[in-house]
């Protein structure tokens, strides 16, 4: 239930996030400036990037990012892709938009040699010499000749821990 | 009669057609251009040790004669989708422009859809229709693997399908897609010869009558629409496209594709259709080693 009596959050449909704080009619729901700043701040994707696409919550916390945009709410089931689980204290960016959008990148990603990054796949967690922030990091590995993003690891106590959903899990 | 007699006085060599037939068909995979591009893939592909080799007719299929497409790197990264390799037909005979406003109205598993979402740049919108609720995840999980964010999902019966969420406005182009008996993917699959029925035929061919119908009305006009099947049946093809001319403002437009193949036939079994039927495509496995195929293109022409 929204504390203010106002929209609660259903989780059939699609919700365009509000612009701004002062916008928000949903307790607990981030808004579009909130997400740019993520990824702005934690992974230095510019904010360009995203011009293009409105983003919606469906269900509590799932973050979807839509090329374009459509009325709110939406009774559709499925708005582009799944982007970012907030509603918890560390966001988490998911597989597909780190795919998508991670080669924008320029902090926070880990570059992981070739048998480190299929454990990474197939769901193993490995310990990992990374000096850098705690948390949710982006993994990359070279692929016809270049570094591509993979998806996310977190990475505490020296250790990082394939967040790799289990559907996408292979062993290759 | 078993199905593949019942269509040998439809082609024009009914042997080669059995054996094509009865040969198993190679795995194919379609290059993603959202994610990558074909000299990446290439040489991923190399990488990761799976031998391929370039379709001659279209630049972004790679058949692979020894391996399932979905254990290699380029796959995990969405860079690649195993799809046969007739069925990357509709979407370029569609041919959607970035920008524009499509509806795949028969929609999972997505193999088209994301073939569309491509093509257009991952701009305009594209909405993706499904009736099987069960075939809504496996959908949204293939345009998610290959970076689709343009689409809209909707279940629903696309005989009734609402432009509600979408402003009411009609679409510049739709791929009609729809379920059939599928007699066509009998190289994939040799049940189809074992499970075939004339009854699957006239069962489906109402549903598919009833998409195509309300893929022409929610069209603008001049704009767009391909029909499809993977079935040689005229009641699922030709029967359609004449009942759709007869009862909507649309007409079948010729188009060309780097395939043989064979114009639609205007009789079968004592039905004649509309003489412009023989601008929509057959194609039968023997004429390019593929699966088989049917492939119609209608401009909308308003009333
Ligand atoms: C030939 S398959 C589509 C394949 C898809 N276009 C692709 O390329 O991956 C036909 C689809 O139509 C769906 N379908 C069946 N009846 C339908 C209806 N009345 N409205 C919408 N979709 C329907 C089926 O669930 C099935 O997923």
């Not at chain 2, 959607?96 to 088209?112: F, I, N």
């Not at chain 2, 029967?239 to 205007?266: E, K, N, Q, Y």
């Amino acid at each position: 239930m929204s504390d203010d009596g106002g929209p609660t959050n259903v989780g059939t449909r699609f919700d365009r996030l509000p612009a701004t704080a002062a916008e928000r009619t949903v307790s607990g729901r981030a808004t579009r400036e909130a997400v740019l700043a993520f990824w702005a701040n934690r992974y230095g994707i510019d904010r360009a990037v995203f011009a293009d696409h409105s983003f919606w919550e469906r269900g509590a916390g799932k973050l979807w990012a839509f090329r374009g945009d459509i009325d709110s709410p939406a009774k559709v089931q499925g708005l582009g892709m799944t982007v970012l689980r907030t509603r918890q204290e560390h966001w988490k960016p998911t597989l597909e938009a780190t795919q998508r959008f991670g080669r924008h990148a320029t902090r926070n990603c880990v570059r992981l040699p070739q048998s480190a990054a299929e454990r990474f796949l197939a769901g193993r967690d490995q310990s990992l010499d990374w000096d850098g922030d705690w948390g949710y990091l982006l993994v990359t590995h070279e692929l016809a000749g270049d570094p591509e993003p993979l998806g996310v690891g977190l990475y505490v106590h020296g250790e990082l821990r394939s967040m790799v959903p289990k559907g996408r899990r292979r062993e290759l | 009669m078993s199905m593949l007699e019942r269509y040998e006085p439809l082609v024009d060599d009914p042997e080669r057609f059995r054996a094509a037939c009865r040969r198993p068909l190679p795995h194919a995979v379609r290059v993603n251009s959202i994610k990558s591009n074909i000299a990446r893939a290439e040489t991923a592909l190399t990488d990761a040790g799976v031998t391929h080799e370039r379709a001659d007719w279209h630049p972004r299929l790679f058949r692979l004669p020894e391996d399932q497409p979905g254990a290699n790197w380029p796959y995990v990264h969405g860079w690649l989708h195993g799809q046969e390799e007739v069925s990357v037909l509709p979407a370029t005979v569609l041919s959607p422009e970035p920008g524009e406003r499509v509806w795949d109205a028969c929609a999972a598993p997505g193999s088209k859809t994301t073939q569309l979402a491509a093509l257009m740049n991952d701009t305009g919108l594209v909405v993706g229709t499904d009736a099987d609720v069960g075939r809504i995840a496996p959908l949204r999980s293939n345009a998610e693997r290959l970076g689709v964010t343009n689409l809209a999902i909707t279940h629903e019966d696309a005989r009734n399908h609402s432009l509600r969420p979408f402003d009411g406005t009609p679409y510049d182009r739709v791929l009609v897609d729809v379920p059939c008996s599928c007699e066509g993917t009998v190289r994939k699959n040799s049940d189809v010869l074992d499970e075939w029925t004339l009854d699957r035929i006239e069962g489906v061919s109402g549903v598919q009558k009833g998409i195509l119908r309300r893929a022409v009305e929610v069209t603008r006009d001049g704009g767009t629409v391909v029909y499809s099947t993977c079935t040689f049946a005229p009641e699922e093809n030709e029967a359609v496209l004449d009942f759709v001319l007869g009862r909507r403002s649309c007409r079948l437009v010729d188009f060309d594709i780097p395939l043989d193949h064979a114009p639609g036939v205007t009789e079968w079994q004592g039905e004649t259709f509309d003489p412009a039927v023989r601008r929509a495509k057959r194609i039968y496995p023997h004429q390019n080693d593929t699966g088989g195929f049917f492939c119609a293109k209608l401009e909308v022409t308003g009333s």
